[in-house]
């Protein structure tokens, strides 16, 4: 197995984009006889995954949505928007509530994104169960379960959408984009006519990785703020012509306390890692420059929508390997 790059000479199974569409389409119609849900999550390879499955089935297919709490500003509506233009049958699950009781008291990456992972499954049990069925389809993709872990590999990373579901449970997965990797997703989503296939990466864990330490309601809402700041910003100087749009670019909300000072008084207050990189499939990342008068912007913007509670901005210079893209 070689990364995250198909092997030399290795055929691409979407050479032609159309082609692989109507062959999914037909796999997925004899695979499922009856009906299905999907777990749609707004990113690229669920979309996708949804998309084919939709055609496939038509009513018999229902993309799920699930409101975790852990949703970076305005996805809800963002994703709601995608999905009525994609032409999806799909709801919105309201479950915040169930994710952060899960995740009281974790700190430990893996772990958070066992409990998420489990959350998961026990919401779609019963959705699939609501909706009369055992299927459940998900957009994993190569990288995914290369990544955690193959049989001759040591798990890098236990990514929520991958060996989550348990011996015991009922739901039983399709997975019809697992042999392919991001680019090869993103020519089938241009082909699909999915709405900016190029939009970047988000984690299934969703903004539980990007606080480090305890997943608070708190802590979320700031690294939910500095994150929208982060994208504003970086997007306003991508219209403006200032700098190229970045591959995958956002913010963490880093575990301890720093001083800062608010008025006359030192305050204890948290920091932000701001993370830009470029990359072709995840797999290998370098980080990018950012002009300066941006990454200043963004500092400026955070501690002051963060007042006291925000108050150092830090920027992440390390490539992967040896760092990993999210810092968890
Ligand atoms: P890393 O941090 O491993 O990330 O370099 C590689 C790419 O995968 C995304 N990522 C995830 N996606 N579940 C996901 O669906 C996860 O648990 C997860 N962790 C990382 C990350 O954003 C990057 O694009």
Redesign the pocket.
């Known amino acids: 197995m070689a990364g995250g790059t198909r092997d030399q000479g290795g055929a691409s199974p979407v050479n032609d984009p159309a082609q692989f569409i109507a062959e999914a389409v037909e796999r997925l119609r004899t695979e499922l006889p009856g009906k299905a849900i999907i777990a749609a999550s707004g990113?690229i390879d669920s979309t996708v995954a949804a998309i084919l499955t939709e055609r496939a089935l038509g009513e018999r297919a229902r993309a799920l949505f699930v409101d975790t709490g852990l949703l970076r500003e305005k996805e809800v509506e963002r994703v709601s928007e995608l999905f009525r233009n994609a032409g999806l049958r799909f709801e919105v699950l309201p479950a915040a509530d169930r994710f952060f009781a899960a995740l009281a008291d974790v700190s430990d990456p893996e772990e958070k994104?066992r409990r998420i992972g489990a959350a998961f499954i026990r919401l779609f049990e019963s959705e699939a169960e609501r909706f009369g069925t055992d299927r459940l389809v998900q957009g994993t993709i190569a990288?995914?379960w290369i990544?955690s872990g193959g049989a001759l590999r040591d798990t890098?990373?236990?990514?929520?959408?991958v060996g989550g579901i348990p011996a015991d449970s009922r739901l039983r997965l399709v997975e019809p984009l697992r042999d392919l990797y991001k680019d090869e997703v993103r020519a089938v989503a241009r082909a699909l006519g999915v709405p900016s296939p190029d939009r970047q990466?988000?984690?299934?864990?969703g903004l539980a990785?990007r606080v480090a330490g305890p997943v608070t309601p708190e802590r979320v809402r700031r690294v939910r703020v500095a994150n929208a700041v982060v994208e504003e910003e970086i997007e306003r100087a991508v219209a403006e012509g200032t700098m190229r749009r970045p591959w995958?670019y956002f913010a963490v909300l880093l575990p301890g306390r720093t001083v800062g000072v608010l008025g006359d008084n030192r305050v204890h207050g948290e920091a932000i890692g701001v993370r830009v990189v470029e990359s072709s499939d995840?797999m290998t990342?370098t980080a990018a420059d950012l002009p300066r008068a941006v990454a200043q912007r963004i500092a400026e913007r955070i501690t002051r929508s963060l007042h006291g509670e925000v108050v150092r901005v830090l920027y992440d210079i390390t490539d992967?390997p040896p760092a990993?893209?999210?810092w968890e």
């Open positions: 990113g994104r990288p995914d990544e890098i990373k236990t990514h929520h959408n990466p988000f984690p299934g864990p990785v995958q995840a990342a992967k990993t893209i999210e």
